[in-house]
């Protein structure tokens, strides 16, 4: 008799277990001074599901609060300020360190002390203006990761230099996003803030996540997708913050470090796809002020990255890519297949 039970019990909770739903839970909304969007599939009821999204948000803000440069509380705001500090909270040293790792491993292409040059720009203020030639020289001085030293959680900035982790915090966020997803048991999900992305598992449990590559050109469109699964995908684009001068010039929120002026090698965008959103956020960055031959000759530096590069015009763009991608075209779209 308690045999019988016991397997009537059993089966009905695997009964119970298997007709839930699979469901999938979205939000978006603004946060790190973007469209921030995090999706996944969960067999959790709503009320549980829009608990987990609300801290997702909450993460985002909490995190974003803290490397901010522009935000008078933030810890990265008082370094600038004061040039000296200790660093008490984890996320931010971890993210300063990974940011001096990256500054080395590009040769400086990706540069964490650039907020004096990038200010000129109005980049972060919004008042966009160019810059005279004497004033970036200037800038130069006081700008470099050279100027960045890390003692314990002691930050030293010299030459008055001031830290801009605008490159590379996005990535940071993300990837904490989805520690604290995987940590509440979800595996099948995608985090997109605003073109940093992170795919953990699959779409519905059943198929790669399809990620659309923009066009550099016109932002409503897309050039092709990539499918994907557990890794991060991130673009830098020229298209994502600029004004346009007078003379119609479109000047760009990616500065090359060596000229203190943006990015200028014919590059529109650099999509990075790698196994941490860090790594492929820093890169981006960094490959976007490389340009096509340096960039391909830079991944080689690293392990299990992929790039993309967009770069031509808008009736005619051209596409290049590393060797560990290939593609076909349906449909005049470009489908991307990564190799292992
Ligand atoms: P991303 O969209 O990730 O390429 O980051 C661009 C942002 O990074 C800019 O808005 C600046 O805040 C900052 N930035 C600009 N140029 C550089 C550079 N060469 N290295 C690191 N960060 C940069
Ligand atoms: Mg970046």
């Given at each position: 008799?308690?045999?019988?039970?016991?397997?009537?019990?059993?089966?009905?909770?695997?009964?119970?277990?298997?007709?839930?739903?699979?469901?999938?839970y979205s939000k978006s909304e603004f946060a790190m001074g973007t469209n921030l969007a995090v999706t996944f599939f969960s067999y959790d009821g709503k009320k549980?599901?829009?608990?987990?999204?609300?801290?997702?948000?909450?993460?985002?803000?909490?995190?974003?609060?803290?490397?901010?440069?522009?935000?008078?509380?933030?810890?990265?705001?008082?370094?600038?300020?004061?040039?000296?500090?200790?660093?008490?909270?984890?996320?931010?040293?971890?993210?300063?360190?990974?940011?001096?790792?990256?500054?080395?491993?590009?040769?400086?292409?990706?540069?964490?002390?650039?907020?004096?040059?990038?200010?000129?720009?109005?980049?972060?203020?919004?008042?966009?203006?160019?810059?005279?030639?004497?004033?970036?020289?200037?800038a130069l001085k006081s700008s470099g990761y050279k100027n960045?030293?890390?003692?314990?959680?002691?930050?030293?900035?010299?030459?008055?230099?001031?830290?801009?982790?605008?490159?590379?915090?996005?990535?940071?966020?993300?990837?904490?996003?989805?520690?604290?997803?995987?940590?509440?048991?979800?595996?099948?999900f995608l985090i997109n803030g605003g073109g940093d992305i992170v795919v953990g598992g699959l779409y519905a449990g059943q198929r790669?996540?399809?990620?659309?590559?923009?066009?550099?050109?016109?932002?409503?469109?897309?050039?092709?997708?990539?499918?994907?699964?557990d890794c991060s995908v991130v673009t830098s684009g020229d298209y994502e913050r600029y004004f346009i001068s007078e003379d119609g010039i479109r000047y760009h929120h990616i500065i090359d470090p060596r000229t203190g002026t943006p990015a200028n090698n014919g590059v529109h965008s650099a999509t990075v796809i790698a196994d941490s959103p860090v790594k492929a956020d820093a890169l981006s960055t960094a490959l976007f002020v490389a340009g096509v031959k340096e960039g391909l000759e830079l991944i080689k530096k690293t392990t299990g990255v992929k790039t993309i590069f967009i770069s031509g015009n808008k009736e005619d763009f051209k596409l290049d890519y590393s060797d560990n991608i290939s593609h076909t075209i349906r449909d005049g779209k470009y489908y991307f297949e990564v190799k292992e």
């Open positions: 008799m308690l045999i019988k039970k016991t397997i009537f019990a059993l089966l009905f909770i695997s009964f119970a277990l298997f007709s839930r739903d699979y469901k999938k549980n599901a829009n608990k987990i999204l609300a801290e997702c948000f909450r993460l985002a803000g909490d995190l974003e609060k803290k490397v901010s440069c522009k935000n008078a509380t933030s810890t990265i705001y008082k370094l600038n300020s004061v040039k000296k500090g200790d660093v008490s909270d984890d996320f931010t040293l971890e993210l300063l360190k990974n940011s001096l790792y990256y500054a080395e491993l590009t040769d400086g292409l990706f540069d964490p002390a650039l907020y004096n040059v990038i200010e000129l720009w109005g980049f972060e203020s919004g008042e966009n203006k160019i810059p005279e030639i004497k004033e970036i020289l200037a960045v030293a890390i003692d314990g959680k002691t930050i030293v900035l010299s030459n008055g230099a001031s830290l801009d982790l605008g490159g590379i915090a996005k990535g940071a966020i993300i990837g904490k996003i989805a520690e604290y997803l995987k940590s509440v048991g979800l595996k099948d790669k996540w399809r990620i659309a590559i923009a066009n550099p050109f016109n932002q409503n469109e897309t050039v092709g997708m990539v499918e994907l699964t």
